[in-house]
């Protein structure tokens, strides 16, 4: 069921908050905490500098900075001034910062001291940039962010009122080229949390969340920001994902929700299990998105600790969630679900947009409130995208006689080996499955005769790694043609921040061998 009230304005959300639960902490992180009424008076404060610096309704303004209770206040003061929040991961390079800089016209960078000379050095290439706000600024200085959050602007902000106008950028993932700027509303953004975390995760005023999620990621933003002021939740933000400090953290008894990629529930269980732990303190239920999860990750996870993890299918285009696993609805392992009450979800045949039946792969397309509006001065790829009302997702998928959806693979992340088609997740998933692997990913490398084949590329669990082994596995769980045709050691798998393997770096990690 939609829970509506949650769909309202952030400044809405924030004062309903500060009103019914004032002192409680919102958000902390290893240095400090903000409690509701904090949040919504330093958000206030900031919202009104940002005017008063010049940026106008409209105006792109850019998170760079790393996981923190000031990445929430930057981002929910950015709203509050009727501007748009442009993150960017603060791991990005000086060209993947510049790009995005100039690409979304960004007016204000709010950023870290040690940051400060790299955006300073982008000015010529992204001559957009007026001006920067240090979160670690020292006292006195002018660009200093916490002065301003806790200063009275000069006039008050401007709070908008109209939640259907874009209020963020969120950039791809660039898994298969050169990242697009996706443009979402907050009404798509806090649609999933009515429709989804609220409703089929029971995120409520109830629960403290522990989250490691990259905030610069769509499912971050919505799940570990929006969320939690539209809810009432309080939550713990790590820096960046650690197994040791997690288990330190979950060991405290406090938290119940976790919402992770199926990396951090693969590195967490490998922990837990050396130490022989049987539970998870305090965790009622754990989320997965951001990539396809393993059946068989999920289901030895929920053996090991009796705490269900929910599985989702979602993209940044449709503001994360387009569906979802619920624990009560009778779950197919390795499904990511059903589709989201609102989410009209058709899987078609990609040339003849023909409807396919049950059990039949092919592309994924959705329509909902959740959709973007389209891609940053990008109209011809929005046009590919957005078709007649529906967004193409380029995900293949199928789906059984109870509509469970089960996403197998990408468009473009096809291996066709002699005119078979090789979904990459499908060998992933048998890979995983030999005891030998810690992780794996598979990308199609150049064939002379077959034209493409699959290699492989692997993290060994220890030193007594058997590749031949491994490939005597491949035989027995695969068809032929999608055994893979070498197998690369490597000392890490590439994977964007949500999770997602970036194919087009396997390849340059070691030579494509014939």
Request: aromatic fraction near 6%.
């Amino acid at each position: 069921m939609l829970k509506a009230d949650l769909i309202a304005p952030v400044p809405e959300l924030l004062r309903r908050h500060a009103a019914e639960r004032g002192a409680k902490v919102a958000f902390r992180d290893a240095g400090r905490s903000v409690t509701y009424a904090q949040l919504e008076q330093r958000t206030a404060h900031l919202a009104g500098h940002l005017a008063g610096l010049g940026v106008g309704v409209g105006d792109r303004v850019a998170i760079f900075l790393p996981n923190s209770v000031a990445w929430v206040e930057a981002c929910l003061a950015i709203v509050r001034a009727g501007a748009v929040a442009v993150p960017i991961s603060a791991e990005a390079s000086a060209g993947e910062v510049s790009y995005r800089l100039s690409d979304a016209a960004c007016r204000i960078v709010i950023t870290t001291v040690s940051r400060a000379a790299m955006v300073e050095g982008l000015r010529a290439e992204a001559p957009s940039v007026a001006g920067l706000l240090l979160v670690d600024a020292p006292a006195g200085d002018l660009r200093s962010f916490l002065a301003l959050a806790q200063m009275p602007p000069a006039a008050p902000p401007r709070d908008p009122t109209d939640i259907d106008a874009v209020s963020f950028i969120i950039y791809t993932s660039g898994t298969t080229g050169r990242a697009k700027g996706v443009l979402l509303t907050c009404r798509s953004m806090l649609w999933v949390t009515a429709a989804c975390w609220a409703p089929v995760v029971g995120l409520s005023a109830d629960d403290a969340v522990l989250s490691p999620l990259p905030l610069f990621h769509s499912y971050a933003l919505n799940f570990s920001v929006l969320s939690i002021i539209a809810t009432g939740a309080s939550e713990y933000i790590l820096e960046k994902y650690s197994t040791r400090e997690m288990m330190r953290l979950i060991d405290t008894g406090e938290f119940t929700v976790f919402p992770g990629v199926p990396t951090m529930f693969h590195y967490l269980m490998e922990a837990a299990q050396a130490e022989g732990r049987e539970r998870l303190q305090g965790l009622r239920v754990c989320v997965s998105a951001g990539a396809i999860m393993p059946a068989t990750l999920n289901a030895a996870f929920e053996a090991a600790f009796h705490v269900p993890l929910l599985d989702g299918y979602g993209i940044t285009e449709t503001s994360t969630m387009v569906t979802m696993n619920a624990a009560s609805s009778g779950r197919v392992m390795g499904s990511c679900g059903l589709p989201l009450p609102g989410v009209a979800l058709r899987i078609v045949d990609p040339a003849s947009l023909r409807d396919l039946d049950a059990g039949e792969e092919g592309e994924l397309i959705v329509r909902g409130p959740n959709v973007m509006r389209g891609y940053h001065n990008k109209p011809e790829e929005t046009q590919r995208a957005l078709r007649n009302g529906w967004y193409h997702s380029g995900d293949l998928a199928r789906a059984d006689r109870n509509g469970f959806v089960t996403i197998t693979g990408r468009l473009k992340e096809l291996i066709i080996r002699g005119g078979q088609n090789i979904a990459p997740a499908e060998i992933e998933e048998v890979v995983l499955a030999f005891a030998g692997v810690l992780d794996c990913a598979v990308a199609g490398v150049p064939h002379p005769q077959l034209g493409e084949v699959p290699a492989l590329y692997v993290v060994p669990r220890d030193a007594g790694f058997d590749a031949a082994l491994l490939l005597d596995h491949c035989r027995i769980h695969l068809s032929s043609y999608k055994v893979p045709h070498v197998v690369h050691q490597v000392d890490e798998i590439p994977r964007t921040g949500s999770g997602k393997i970036i194919r087009f770096r396997l390849k340059e990690m070691v030579p494509p061998m014939p």
